[in-house]
Nanobody
Framework: QVQLVESGGGLVQAGGSLRLSCAASQQTRSHESLGWFRQLSGKEREFVGA????????YYSDSVKGRFAISRDIVRNTVYLQMNSLKPEDTAVYYCAKDLHACPDYLCYTRERNYDYWGQGTQVTVSS
């Protein structure tokens, strides 16, 4: 059983930055990937971005592209979500998730059902 533990959420003013971390309890294998999703109040969970473990290739939703960046630390078995130029509409609970299977394309990374393990989520609140 893989455990994912997110941290780094909090309250920030619009225009500010936060970095979320997601530590995995078991070593991530090269064909696996880690994704970030978020759930705004009263809405369905949505894809934010993902990173392949082998090559560190990243994918982003249009809503965060250019503002958010995902990276990984192979030694620490941790993935990060650097969020810059935050907006009030970025306020949400952010989740990391692990996909144990290789994804063939961008759409695959965006689908919740493709992820096998989820963290508990961390709240990010952006004030205007």
């Amino acid at each position: 059983q893989v455990q994912l533990v997110e941290s780094g959420g909090g309250l920030v003013q619009a225009g500010g930055s936060l970095r979320l971390s997601c530590a995995a309890s078991q070593q991530t294998r090269s064909h696996e990937s880690l994704g970030w999703f978020r759930q705004l109040s009263g809405k369905e969970r949505e894809f934010v971005g993902a990173i392949t473990w082998r090559d560190g290739i990243t994918y982003y939703s249009d809503s965060v592209k250019g503002r958010f960046a995902i990276s990984r630390d192979i030694v620490r078995n941790t993935v990060y979500l650097q969020m810059n130029s935050l907006k009030p509409e970025d306020t949400a609970v952010y989740y990391c998730a692990k996909d144990l299977h290789a994804c063939p394309d961008y759409l695959c990374y965006t689908r919740e059902r493709n992820y096998d393990y989820w963290g508990q989520g961390t709240q990010v609140t952006v004030s205007s």
